[in-house]
């Protein structure tokens, strides 16, 4: 079974930058796309940025051009790097992977931008 443990969460001015950290318990960055979610107050988790095994990114409409993502297999690590951050972006962040059929969540970070 693969832990993930995402970290960098932090309240921020709007207009402010954060780095988002998930460590995988073992090497599976290399092998599986890693997923960044977010989740306001509410049950809907939304789908941010997505990572490739192979290192290419796609992202929501609503971060493109202002979240970067990228890993270092070597560290078994996703980030998230949040750039010119927005009211509108707080929530908890998680990473999430597919493991062997099924889902693996971390615990999430808290992120809270002020205007």
């Known amino acids: 079974q693969v832990q993930l443990v995402e970290s960098g969460g932090g309240v921020v001015q709007a207009g402010g930058s954060l780095r988002l950290s998930c460590v995988a318990s073992?090497?599976?960055?290399?092998?599986?796309?890693m997923y960044w979610y977010r989740q306001a107050p509410g049950p809907r988790r939304e789908l941010v940025a997505t990572i490739t095994a192979t290192g290419c990114t796609s992202y929501s409409d609503s971060v493109k051009g202002r979240f970067t993502g990228s890993k270092d297999n070597a560290k078994y690590t996703a980030y998230l790097q949040m750039n010119d951050l927005k009211p509108e972006d707080t929530g908890v962040y998680y990473c999430n992977s597919w493991v062997g059929g099924s889902q693996v969540w971390g615990q999430g970070t808290q992120v809270t931008v002020s205007s």
């Open positions: 073992r090497n599976i960055t290399s092998t599986r796309n």
